[in-house]
Nanobody, 116 residues
Framework: QVQLVESGGGLVQAGGSLRLSCVASVNIFSLNSMAWYRQAPGKQRELVASIGTGDKTTYADSVKGRFTISKDNGRRTVYLQMSSLKVEDTAVYYC??????????WGQGTQVTVSS
């Protein structure tokens, strides 16, 4: 069982920055990939960014050029650096990880609120 604990959410003005952190209970070398998802009120959960084998990264079109996903293996942590935040980035952000054979894990979520 893998536990994921997010932190770093909060209230920020549009144009500002936040950095989210997700600490895993296991060595992240044992994980196939890690990612950040978000869910805004009344909307489906969506993939924001992922980092996988060989540190290959993917981003949703809506965040490209503004968000950066990275990881620190020694700290068992994945980060989401968010810059130039927009009101529409307001959501609960969830950390996600998976292993092979397929097992998925989710964090409890952290609220990000961007005010105009």
């Amino acid at each position: 069982q893998v536990q994921l604990v997010e932190s770093g959410g909060g209230l920020v003005q549009a144009g500002g920055s936040l950095r989210l952190s997700c600490v895993a209970s296991v060595n992240i070398f044992s994980l196939n990939s890690m990612a950040w998802y978000r869910q805004a009120p009344g909307k489906q959960r969506e993939l924001v960014a992922s980092i996988g084998t060989g540190d290959k990264t993917t981003y949703a079109d809506s965040v490209k050029g503004r968000f950066t996903i990275s990881k620190d293996n020694g700290r068992r942590t994945v980060y989401l650096q968010m810059s130039s935040l927009k009101v529409e980035d307001t959501a609960v952000y969830y950390c996600y990880a998976d292993q092979l054979p397929p097992r998925n894990y989710w964090g409890q979520g952290t609220q990000v609120t961007v005010s105009s």
